[in-house]
């Protein structure tokens, strides 16, 4: 049984007419940069929950969610209508495995997200740890729409932070614009310009690589990576790969 915890909605970002933000308080249990936990609202006589990427870093308050509103979902369109002060439920404990804490070795660090995708990378990249670790990190935020490019203040402030060892790579792939590649993350590595852009390139010895976002393209990448000599990152064999799947 989920235990839950009554959470209070204390702000909302509406990026576009399907994507927002929440920003909520509730007390649960401390939780990695990665992780994600379930939200739930009562409907009927029933508890719905879904579990969403925390965007903010361990320690930060409110705790932060982006989603999208999908379409006939019993939950996101809910979540999504909330305001400041409704109630909404959280889990008490987080978990997953998108996590520092699951990989070892690189030097070289790529978060790869598309869409919604970009949260988990977010929270991650707030904390001292990956700045610590690689010597350069990589991050890839790919979107239908410039308008989709959710979070444009807190990656400036990660660039400024961090300007000679951070690359922040957009992808915009249905319009044209003068600063994103075009096109998908898939193409943007088999074409080179991804690397190009990053200024260093895929590589088994020093690339540490998590995919967050859109199944087609976990599963377009993954393949195109291991065409390359990376490797799944599993417990029992370290390679290069980790990867969350949203649905
Ligand atoms: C580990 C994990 C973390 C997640 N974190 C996030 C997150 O940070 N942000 C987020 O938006 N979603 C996230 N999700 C998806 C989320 O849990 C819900 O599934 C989603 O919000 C839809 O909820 P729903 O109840 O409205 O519809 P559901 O009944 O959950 O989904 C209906 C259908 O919508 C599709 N779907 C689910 N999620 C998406 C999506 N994001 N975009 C497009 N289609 C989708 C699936 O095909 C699914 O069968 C995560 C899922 C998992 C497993």
């Not at 009562?42 to 870093?57: D, F, K, Q």
Request: glycine share 10%; net charge neutral; aromatic share 8%.
């Amino acid at each position: 049984m989920e235990q839950w915890v009554q959470g209070r909605v204390v702000g909302k970002t509406v990026w576009t007419e399907r994507l927002v933000s929440l920003q909520v308080d509730a007390g649960i249990a401390p939780f990695e940069a990665g992780q994600f936990i379930k939200l739930g609202l009562e409907i009927g006589a029933e508890t719905v929950g879904r579990p969403y990427s925390l965007v903010n870093a361990p320690g930060e308050h409110p705790l932060e969610f982006c989603f999208s509103i999908v379409p006939d979902g019993p939950l996101s369109g809910r979540l999504a209508a909330l305001n400041a002060g409704d109630p909404v439920l959280v889990a008490s404990h987080a978990s997953g495995f998108l996590v520092l804490g699951e990989i070892t070795g690189g030097r070289h660090l790529w978060l790869l997200a598309t869409g919604t995708g970009i949260g988990p990378f977010l929270s991650i990249l707030k904390t001292a740890e990956p700045w610590q670790r690689f010597e350069r990190i990589v991050l890839v935020q790919a979107a239908r729409l410039t308008s989709e490019l959710m979070y444009r203040d807190t990656i400036d402030g990660l660039k400024a932070l961090h300007a000679d060892r951070f690359a922040f790579v957009p992808l915009v792939s249905r319009e044209s614009t003068d600063f994103a590649l075009p096109g998908r993350i898939p193409l943007a590595i088999e074409n080179g310009q991804l690397e190009a852009r990053a200024g260093i390139g895929f590589s088994a010895a020093d690339s540490r690589v998590m995919l967050c976002g859109n199944p087609q393209m976990l599963k377009d990448v993954q393949q195109l990576l291991i065409e390359r000599g990376l490797r799944k990152n599993r417990r029992s064999e370290p390679g290069n790969i980790s990867v969350e799947r949203y649905w």
